[in-house]
């Protein structure tokens, strides 16, 4: 009986043994969870008859470091949750291994080639489709039209009053620099996605009085506008009426046929029939003349797929060559009602179970899910230390049970020597 006991004993060391191997050969594996081997007693009826490894469980719920990649396809976990990923035969994997890249057929993957899981985005629109695999639109996106653009920055109070702008601005007359104080310059896109030049010249009339005049690609467009300002405040005056710091350019009588006065204009291509300049927010102090924002709002030229990238919300943003970007979906997280019940299917994935539960799903950050951390990856959990110390007392219980079987060896020799 000694000798049954103490073979069981060996056999269940060496079974921990290769858990404990196993744990130390993926310290490195990214999103690795420890396995710990649990030992039972070995009972035949009523009879004690050894020890044997009962289990195998995960640290699932403990994390791992964060490694910091650099790459914006990558994302680790910080808190509960799992990436939700899809095989080739259509069943449901889960892992914390954030690893990702777009398919050659045009969809999100993670690392081993599955098919990441996400709620789809139609842009323009920001509203959240159905849960299913993310494509990645590779196309180019066309062209738009500028409607809009804002104007923010500070007008020095110590500008001096200029006398009144010229009428007859072209592109070879260009307006005289003592009728205007500063001019700025911002850029327009029209309908094929030609970009133009859009000067703006400021002028004090008078205290707290400035008037812009415009031009565009050199020509003298218009409305001008008149900006009040409160000398005491140098802010714009209040005024229920938002066109004291709007102005609507008006572009719709403009002949761009004419190729000699507007030469960047393609046959057919047009500017929007009005372009509002929202000035609010510019200031009128003393001190320098600054601009601390001059941009269109809309409008720009068409461009080229160049790649894609994860935002920290899990935002799946598609980029094109112009400079835009598009959010085309948001990645899911799943959480279960019992993470040790999940199906391991290999060192870093899980199904589902009965045991585990049905998968819950959602875009991270929402409910008990946790947030994504982008260009960084979670590290394996395995504890080197620990997993050192776990093979020394391995070590001490394998020759434990070595001596007992010593033992019971000589015992047994010296009761037939005696026979």
Known sequence: MSFDIALSGIQAINESLDVTSHNIANAGTYGYKSNRANFATLVAGSQLNGVQVGSTTQSIGLSGGILNTGNNLDASISGRGFFVTRTANNSMQYTRVGIFDT?????????????????????????????????????????????????????????????????????????????????????????????????????????????????LDGNLVGPAKELAFDPGTGQLNADADSTKTVNALDFSQLDTTDATKWPKFASGAKMSGAVTIDYTGTTYFAGETSTASNSPVDGYSAGAFSGVSLGTDGSVIAKYTNGQSQTVGRVVLATFANEQGLTQVSDTSWEASTASGTANTDVAGVGVNGTLNVATLEQSNVDITSELVGLMTSQRNYQANSKVIQTESTMLQSLMQAI
């Open 103 to 215: 398919s050659l057929d045009g969809y999100l993957v993670d690392a081993s080639g599955r098919r990441v899981q996400g709620m789809a985005i139609t842009p323009p629109s920001t509203e959240l489709g159905a849960e299913g695999d993310l494509a990645i639109p590779n196309k180019s996106i066309p062209a738009q039209i500028t409607t809009k653009a804002t104007y923010v920055g500070n007008l020095s109070a110590d500008w001096t009053v200029k006398d009144a702008f010229p009428d007859d601005v072209t592109p070879t007359t260009p307006p005289d620099p003592s009728t205007y104080n500063v001019s700025k310059s911002t850029d327009m896109y029209d309908s094929v996605g030609t970009k133009h030049v859009l000067t703006q010249y400021f002028s004090m009339t008078g205290p707290g009085a400035v008037t812009v005049n415009y031009a």
